[in-house]
């Protein structure tokens, strides 16, 4: 069974032994956007190193459970380790933005 747009709704309406089949790699995930009324996820790219550096640049003592590099080499790595999961199939990278104006507030992933 492959997942489509809207795949959330039509999960919901599945029974669970259909569900247990969805392969959700079955698509290319790699160019999915997610969309909300305040901020938008992205497909995460090696060009958001610099500006997840800036978002992070902020008070740090909410970071105590998570990696937030503090360095433009830390940053440009998380990236590229975030892109190779990707490529592997471990992960989903987003980098979060701000509909508003599209600044740049952090990355979540889907795993």
Same mark, same amino acid.
């Given at each position: 069974?492959?997942?489509?747009?809207? @795949?959330?709704?039509? $999960?919901?309406?599945?029974?669970?032994?259909?569900?247990?089949?969805?392969?959700? @790699?079955?698509?290319?995930?790699?160019?999915?956007?997610?969309? #909300?009324?305040? =901020?938008?996820?992205?497909?995460? *790219? %090696?060009?958001?190193?610099? +500006?997840?550096? *800036? &978002? +992070?640049?902020?008070?740090?003592?909410?970071? #105590?459970?998570?990696?937030?590099?503090? %360095? $433009?080499? #830390? *940053?440009?790595?998380? =990236? +590229?380790? &975030?892109? =190779?999961?990707?490529?592997?199939? @471990?992960?989903?990278?987003? %980098? $979060?933005?701000?509909?508003?104006?599209? *600044?740049?507030?952090? %990355?979540?992933?889907?795993?």
């Amino acid at each position: 069974m492959r997942l489509r747009s809207g @795949w959330v709704p039509t $999960i919901l309406r599945m029974r669970r032994d259909q569900v247990d089949q969805l392969n959700p @790699w079955d698509e290319d995930m790699s160019e999915l956007r997610l969309e #909300g009324a305040t =901020v938008r996820l992205d497909p995460m *790219a %090696t060009a958001d190193a610099a +500006a997840l550096l *800036a &978002a +992070a640049s902020e008070d740090r003592s909410s970071y #105590g459970y998570t990696l937030v590099p503090a %360095t $433009i080499e #830390g *940053a440009e790595a998380y =990236v +590229a380790n &975030a892109l =190779v999961e990707r490529d592997e199939r @471990w992960s989903v990278p987003f %980098t $979060i933005r701000r509909r508003s104006d599209g *600044a740049v507030l952090g %990355t979540s992933r889907f795993m």
